[in-house]
């Protein structure tokens, strides 16, 4: 089975996310990639093993007492 690769846009399509986000992750040591010249790709199982947290900014107040109330 071949291993489908993914550009950074791609990946940040797939995740819900922006590819700057998407580089940062990869930075991070979060997202698994291959550097290619100046760009990453990206191996599509990969996807799965990052957690994303809804849409991108700051959490909601409410997200953050959630957060809280469970620790």
């Known amino acids: ?9 791609e990946a940040a399509s797939r995740l819900g996310i922006s590819a700057r986000r998407v580089r940062a992750l990869i930075e991070d040591s979060k997202l698994a990639a291959h550097k290619l010249g100046r760009d990453y790709a ?10 994303v947290y809804g849409k991108s900014g700051r959490p909601s107040r409410e997200l953050i007492a959630k957060m809280k109330h469970r620790s």
Do not use: D, G, Y
């Open 1 to 9: 089975m071949a291993v489908k690769l993914l550009s950074t846009r």
């Open 42 to 51: 990206i191996e599509e199982n990969a996807l799965k093993s990052v957690i």
